[in-house]
C-alpha cells in the first residue's frame, strides 16, 4: 500500500518520462516492484530524488545498492547522494531476463536450459518400463512445455531461436522414446511416432496471439499504448545500443 501511494507521488506534473502514443510514462508497477523510466540522466535523478523524498516521508528507505540502472545509450556512471548506482546490460525482472538490446535470445536460452534440467530429472520415469509410452508422451506437454514457456507471450522469435527451439523438442521426444543412436532415425520419423497434439514453436505462437488479442481488446490501456503507440522523435540507424 505504501510503496503504491509513494511511486503515485512521483509522477510529475512537467511529464518526465518517456513519452509513447500520447502518454507519458514514467514508472511501471507490480507488487512491490517498481520501473521508473526518463530519456536523459538528469530526468532520472529528479525521479529517484523525489521517490527517496517520499519513502522518507513514510518512515521508508531507498535502497540504492540494490538499485540499477539499465540504458540503451552510453552512460557510464550514475551517482545519487554520493552513492553510486550498477549500470547493467540486463536485469532479471519478474522471473525473466530483460536486456539493454530487446532481444529474448538469452532468455530464450535459459529457459530452454532449464526445460533440459527439468526433462533430466525425470530420466527415472523415463526408464520406468511399467510407465506407459502414452503417459510419459503427456509429461512434455504439461510439465516441460510450461516450464520453457514462462514469459513466452512477449517473446520475438528470430529464425535462430526458431531452430533451437525445435533442435530442444526432438531432443526432449528422442529422450522418451530412448532409441538407441544406431538406428539413426528422421527428426520426421519421430514426429510420426510422438504425433505430438502441437509443436513447442506453436505453443509459443498460441500464447503470442493470445496475449495480442487481449491488448487489441484492452484498448487505450498502457500495454495497447506500448505496443501500438509511437514514440517521439528519431532513433538513429544501427542496432538501438551503438
Given at each position: 500500500m505504501y510503496s503504491e501511494y509513494i511511486v503515485r507521488k512521483v509522477e510529475f506534473?512537467?511529464?518526465i518520462g518517456i513519452k509513447i502514443g500520447g502518454r507519458t510514462i514514467n514508472n511501471l508497477r507490480y507488487v512491490d516492484d517498481t520501473t521508473i523510466l526518463a530519456e536523459e540522466k538528469e530526468d532520472m535523478e529528479k525521479l529517484l530524488k523525489k521517490l527517496k523524498e517520499e519513502n522518507e516521508k513514510a518512515g521508508l528507505s531507498l535502497n540504492l545498492k540494490k538499485t540499477k540502472?539499465?540504458?540503451?545509450?552510453?552512460?557510464?556512471?550514475?551517482?545519487?547522494?554520493?552513492?553510486?548506482?550498477?549500470i547493467t546490460s540486463y536485469h532479471t525482472f519478474l522471473g525473466s531476463i530483460v536486456t539493454r538490446d530487446g532481444y529474448d535470445d538469452i532468455e530464450i536460452n535459459r529457459r530452454l536450459s532449464i526445460g533440459r534440467m527439468a526433462m533430466t530429472k525425470l530420466e527415472k520415469?523415463?526408464?520406468?518400463?511399467?510407465?506407459?509410452?502414452?503417459?510419459?508422451?503427456?509429461?512434455?506437454?504439461?510439465?516441460?512445455?510450461?516450464?520453457?514457456?514462462?514469459?513466452?507471450?512477449?517473446?520475438?522469435?528470430?529464425?535462430?531461436?526458431?531452430?533451437?527451439?525445435?533442435a530442444f523438442e526432438l531432443w526432449m521426444w528422442r529422450r522418451i522414446l530412448r532409441?538407441?543412436?544406431?538406428?539413426?532415425?528422421t527428426n520426421f520419423s519421430v514426429l510420426e511416432d510422438v504425433k505430438p497434439k502441437r509443436s513447442l514453436e506453436a505453443t509459443i505462437l498460441r500464447l503470442n496471439l493470445r496475449y495480442f488479442?487481449?491488448?487489441?481488446?484492452?484498448?487505450?490501456?498502457?500495454?495497447?499504448?506500448?505496443?501500438?503507440?509511437?514514440?517521439?522523435?528519431?532513433?538513429?540507424?544501427?542496432?538501438?545500443?551503438?
Open positions: 506534473k512537467d511529464n540502472i539499465m540504458t540503451t545509450g552510453t552512460l557510464n556512471e550514475f551517482k545519487l547522494d554520493g552513492t553510486e548506482i550498477e520415469i523415463m526408464k520406468d518400463r511399467d510407465v506407459k509410452k502414452t503417459t510419459k508422451m503427456k509429461i512434455p506437454e504439461t510439465i516441460i512445455f510450461l516450464t520453457v514457456t514462462y514469459g513466452s507471450k512477449s517473446w520475438t522469435l528470430q529464425k535462430r531461436e526458431r531452430k533451437k527451439i525445435d532409441g538407441p543412436w544406431t538406428e539413426k532415425r488479442d487481449h491488448v487489441m481488446r484492452a484498448k487505450r490501456s498502457l500495454e495497447w499504448d506500448i505496443m501500438f503507440g509511437q514514440v517521439e522523435g528519431h532513433r538513429k540507424q544501427g542496432k538501438p545500443w551503438m
